[in-house]
């Protein structure tokens, strides 16, 4: 590969000269630059509808890059030390799904832990690829999964020495990364593929003292959310691969789901937001690390709160810890991060990433200003004055162990019934439910309800967590599976 | 020469003011501070294009925002200033002996320094020994205090920029809490007039209103500002600002200012109709 500048941005400066050319609009999309919709251009800015264009000789095509999007995908590459770079419009999950189905056919087995996305599961079902769980335990004072420890994985191994793939969360949402440099060359050695959950990592490739990045550790392939501390727009997102992956098989999977009709509004932020990383992203994650260090301290400083940190390290389950996160356990003040993320909103205006039982997350990113920082700190110093209860009253397990009786695939696909959901332990679940976010399934398909996973679940709706997966939307019937077996 | 400043009041009304001479143009880690001279005004410091003070009706601000709360519990003796960076509301304060210490927390070190250089018509009492400054986030400072004050002004600027921490619930409630049991907190309330303000308005009152047993509003007329009607904020865990107002106490200290009154104390309480509909629809 030439050596490219990182000052460029092939998509952007492509979009601009089109722009100057004033070309007549003979094609889609039909709002023809927005003059054919008035509100929404007035809405997203003329500016915006200008350059949401079909793709075309002069800008490239999504699905089968030769030109612009072609050296885009190389510079991206480039800046992430990868073999190559997909630019992604389907969200992470298009790439997290990409990767399993790059790596795994029907009847596959991919050794993964079981806090993954659902967008994992999802790409189970439609393979038909079969999940060897890895229970990534829970720390006993937070409540929350942790990484996988590397014996266990190595026994996962050995018990599956037909599994095709390993999957890794880099880091999970709370900031918690797994050894995979370890992992990564365990599973080499078993001539396993290793793919990679970087949908919380993107900062990795390019801050200092940040945990391992999949790349650099010489993973097979990695799922990047430029949106989320990248700065992109919402729903675009890089698939790296490395290795002996095959550029051009992995574009064949990737277009098996995605549009044709890939939106240059989300590829061009995917551009300029890689070369703005690629320029500056060491100043940038040094800049959130101070600030999410800074609010740490101060919330530590209000008692009951415990904005965790690198003290959490064990060498294996911890193996590291992304500083860039804000978590925050909340139970010593008895309220679960779900009641403080919604105080935070309906009280305080302040919209955090997630509350789940124990705790809550706060995204810190360069778009943060120091005064938003004193607000945060200063409403959950409030909502610790005005709220704070008894620690007794909140539930203290998150994780629980899954009895997985079926595949994803077989489960979301048999013949089923649907059940009042308290009336369904013992069954093999056919669907998710989980909270939104994390979006970490309670159950998967293929699963056996238990009791304790349905008091979980009346939990959770009691302390108002967003609940999702099922065909009901209220989440109050579920689909089994007809046979018990 | 034709050197006007302009201020947009609201995006369709603005307001202009001859300028003599621009004595400053700076730009500090929060904001663009700028000093002019002019003949109508005397001195005027603005803060991202916004005026703060000018020297002519700064007392009409600065008289409101201190003797109405003074006059209400004379026996205040700790007071926390916050923002105020032109020292106007600590060079009133100062006037009463009572007062035993004043903090005064300025996020920006800049404006003060810079008041106390072209505008000692109010940074005159800064270096009075009572006074602490303090140059950090106001938010901040509060948020670690504990029964503390008799008295928190809140002399900020508006609610988006630097300030806007100041306009928040979160604040409101920090300063309940650093309060003493019969404590009182005065704020700057923004304008009931044009519509952006208006709802700034309305939001500080629905903010203060959880907090206080008393939450009173009342007006004064100040030139300079977006249409003139300005308004503050007077919540309190104890004192009443009318029934418990002891006019003959006050008058009795002999002080002299130029707006405030104990007859004007009284009725700046009194609030035209689209005043009290706007904060009873937020009440």
């Given amino acids: 590969m030439t050596h490219l500048s990182q000052e460029k941005a092939p998509i952007m400066e492509a979009l601009n000269r089109y722009k100057h050319m004033r070309v007549v609009p003979f094609d889609v999309p039909g709002h023809k630059r927005g003059r054919g919709n008035e509100e929404l251009a007035a809405f997203l800015g003329e500016q915006c509808l200008a350059v949401d264009v079909n793709s075309m000789k002069p800008l490239d095509n999504l699905c089968h890059p030769v030109s612009i999007i072609k050296e885009a995908e190389q510079l991206a590459a480039q800046a992430f030390g990868a073999k190559h770079a997909f630019f992604m419009v389907n969200g992470t999950t298009s790439a997290v799904q990409a990767m399993i189905m790059t790596a795994c056919k029907a009847g596959d087995k991919i050794i993964m832990p079981r806090n993954v996305h659902r967008s994992a599961i999802n790409a189970l079902i439609l393979t038909g690829a079969v999940p060897v769980y890895v229970n990534p335990g829970v720390h006993e004072e937070l409540g929350i999964p942790l990484g996988m420890s590397v014996q266990d994985v190595e026994r996962a191994i050995l018990e599956n020495p037909d599994a095709k793939a390993i999957l890794i969360n880099n880091p999970t949402y709370y900031g918690i990364c797994s050894n995979l440099q370890a992992l990564t060359d365990l599973a080499h050695e078993h001539q396993m593929l290793v793919l990679v959950d970087e949908a919380h990592g993107t900062h990795f490739y390019f801050g200092e003292n940040l945990?391992?990045?999949?790349?650099?550790?010489?993973?097979?392939?990695?799922?990047?959310?430029?949106?989320?501390?990248?700065?992109?727009?919402?729903?675009?997102?890089?698939?790296?691969?490395?290795?002996?992956?095959?550029?051009?098989?992995?574009?064949?999977?990737?277009?098996?789901?995605?549009?044709?009709?890939?939106?240059?509004?989300?590829?061009?932020?995917?551009?300029?937001?890689?070369?703005?990383?690629?320029?500056?992203?060491?100043?940038?994650?040094?800049?959130?690390?101070?600030?999410?260090?800074?609010?740490?301290?101060?919330?530590?400083?209000?008692?009951?709160?415990?904005?965790?940190?690198?003290?959490?390290?064990?060498?294996?389950?911890?193996?590291?810890?992304?500083?860039?996160?804000?978590?925050?356990?909340?139970?010593?003040?008895?309220?679960?991060?779900?009641?403080?993320?919604?105080?935070?909103?309906?009280?305080?205006?302040?919209?955090?990433?997630?509350?789940?039982?124990?705790?809550?997350?706060?995204?810190?990113?360069?778009?943060?200003?120091?005064?938003?920082?004193?607000?945060?700190?200063?409403?959950?110093?409030?909502?610790?004055?005005?709220?704070?209860?008894?620690?007794?009253?909140?539930?203290?397990?998150?994780?629980?162990?899954?009895?997985?009786?079926?595949?994803?695939?077989?489960?979301?696909?048999?013949?089923?019934?649907?059940?009042?959901?308290?009336?369904?332990?013992?069954?093999?679940?056919?669907?998710?439910?989980?909270?939104?976010?994390?979006?970490?399934?309670?159950?998967?398909?293929?699963?056996?309800?238990?009791?304790?996973?349905?008091?979980?679940?009346?939990?959770?709706?009691?302390?108002?967590?967003?609940?999702?997966?099922?065909?009901?939307?209220?989440?109050?019937?579920?689909?089994?599976?007809?046979?018990?077996? | 020469m034709n050197l006007w400043y302009t201020e947009d009041h609201s995006p369709h009304a603005r307001f202009s003011i001859r300028v003599?001479?621009?004595?400053?143009?700076?730009?500090?880690?929060?904001?663009?501070?700028?000093?002019?001279?002019?003949?109508?005004?005397?001195?005027?410091?603005?803060?991202?294009?916004?005026?703060?003070?000018?020297?002519?009706?700064?007392?009409?601000?600065?008289?409101?925002?201190?003797?109405?709360?003074?006059?209400?519990?004379?026996?205040?003796?700790?007071?926390?200033?916050?923002?105020?960076?032109?020292?106007?509301?600590?060079?009133?304060?100062?006037?009463?002996?009572?007062?035993?210490?004043?903090?005064?927390?300025?996020?920006?070190?800049?404006?003060?320094?810079?008041?106390?250089?072209?505008?000692?018509?109010?940074?005159?009492?800064?270096?009075?020994?009572?006074?602490?400054?303090?140059?950090?986030?106001?938010?901040?400072?509060?948020?670690?205090?504990?029964?503390?004050?008799d008295l928190i002004i809140v002399d900020s600027t508006d609610p988006f920029g630097p300030g806007e921490g100041l306009f928040t619930r979160e604040f409101y409630g920090n300063c309940f809490k650093a309060l003493t049991e019969d404590g009182i907190l005065v704020n700057q309330h923004e304008s009931p007039f044009y519509t952006e303000d208006a709802l700034g308005m309305q939001r500080a009152h629905q903010r203060i209103l959880g907090f206080f047993p008393i939450c009173k509003v009342y007006q004064a007329h100040i030139p300079t500002y977006p249409s003139g009607h300005w308004l503050f904020g007077f919540a309190s865990k104890k004192y009443d600002p009318i029934a418990d107002l002891d006019a003959v106490a006050w008058n009795e200290l002999d002080l002299i200012t130029k707006y405030y009154n104990t007859d004007i104390h009284v009725g700046s309480f009194a609030l035209p109709n689209y005043v009290k509909e706007q904060l009873q629809d937020v009440e």
């Fill in chain 2, 20 to 149: 003599e001479q621009h004595l400053y143009t700076g730009q500090s880690e929060f904001q663009k501070i700028d000093i002019f001279q002019t003949v109508e005004f005397g001195k005027v410091l603005t803060l991202d294009g916004y005026v703060m003070i000018t020297e002519k009706d700064e007392f009409i601000y600065h008289d409101m925002i201190t003797h109405v709360p003074m006059a209400t519990n004379p026996g205040i003796k700790k007071v926390l200033v916050i923002g105020a960076g032109d020292g106007g509301t600590v060079r009133e304060l100062t006037k009463y002996q009572s007062i035993e210490q004043i903090d005064m927390v300025e996020i920006d070190q800049m404006v003060v320094d810079l008041c106390r250089e072209y505008i000692p018509q109010t940074a005159s009492q800064l270096d009075d020994p009572r006074v602490n400054l303090f140059f950090e986030d106001g938010l901040k400072f509060v948020r670690k205090k504990e029964n503390d004050y």
């Fill in chain 1, 211 to 485: 945990p391992a990045s999949a790349m650099s550790v010489g993973a097979d392939m990695a799922s990047v959310s430029m949106h989320k501390s990248g700065g992109s727009l919402t729903q675009s997102s890089f698939l790296l691969i490395n290795n002996e992956m095959s550029e051009g098989h992995t574009r064949q999977i990737i277009n098996l789901t995605q549009t044709t009709s890939g939106s240059y509004l989300l590829l061009s932020s995917l551009d300029i937001s890689r070369k703005n990383l690629a320029l500056h992203g060491r100043q940038v994650f040094e800049k959130v690390a101070q600030m999410s260090q800074y609010t740490r301290d101060e919330i530590n400083k209000i008692g009951g709160y415990y904005a965790f940190s690198k003290e959490l390290l064990n060498g294996d389950t911890i193996f590291d810890f992304d500083v860039t996160k804000l978590s925050v356990h909340t139970r010593e003040i008895g309220l679960a991060g779900i009641e403080i993320y919604d105080i935070l909103r309906d009280e305080y205006d302040i919209q955090i990433e997630f509350g789940d039982i124990g705790n809550l997350l706060a995204y810190i990113s360069v778009g943060d200003r120091q005064l938003d920082l004193e607000r945060l700190v200063a409403a959950l110093a409030e909502i610790k004055r005005r709220y704070a209860k008894d620690k007794n009253d909140v539930f203290d397990h998150e994780y629980i162990n899954p009895q997985v009786v079926a595949t994803p695939q077989k489960a979301f696909y048999a013949p089923k019934k649907n059940l009042p959901l308290a009336e369904s332990a013992g069954y093999i679940s056919s669907e998710f439910v989980m909270c939104y976010p994390p979006g970490i399934p309670i159950l998967a398909p293929g699963e056996r309800i238990t009791t304790e996973i349905l008091d979980y679940i009346a939990y959770c709706k009691e302390k108002g967590c967003f609940l999702t997966g099922t065909e009901d939307s209220a989440i109050q019937h579920i689909n089994v599976l007809k046979e018990v077996e």
